[in-house]
């Protein structure tokens, strides 16, 4: 499945060489998080916080469940996900890009190029 971005990423990918962004494209669609995947974490044990790099908010919430504010929490989040997983990629995109322009750095144009115009 294709990868959907804003327009704020597309443009932090078109700022980047061919050679960049095919890596962080292949380096991103391996560290993607899944929506889908998230909700069933989100049924399944609620360990959706571990998934989305959040450990020790997963914890707090597993200890807020012995009382009933943990189980309202639980119920929002369900409204939350989509938005959480967004920002987690978000976040991923943007690593991977940094990744990218240290791997493959520019090179810069000699001098001797640059007055060759004038």
Not at 12 to 28: D, G, I, R, V
Not at 88 to 102: F, V, Y
């Amino acid at each position: 499945m294709e990868p959907s971005f804003d327009a704020d990423e597309i443009n932090l990918l078109n700022n980047l060489t061919e050679k960049q962004k095919s890596y962080a494209l292949t380096l991103y669609a391996s560290r993607e998080k899944k929506t889908s995947t998230a909700y069933i974490l989100w049924i399944v044990f609620a360990v959706y916080y571990f998934y989305l790099g959040r450990p020790v908010r997963n914890i707090l919430l597993w200890l807020l469940m012995c009382c009933f504010i943990g189980w309202i929490w639980w119920l929002v989040d369900l409204f939350r996900i989509s938005g959480m997983v967004k920002d987690k990629n978000r976040e991923i995109l943007l690593a991977c890009t940094k990744e990218a322009s240290l791997l493959y750095p520019e090179k810069p144009v000699p001098k001797d190029d640059l007055y060759n115009g004038l």
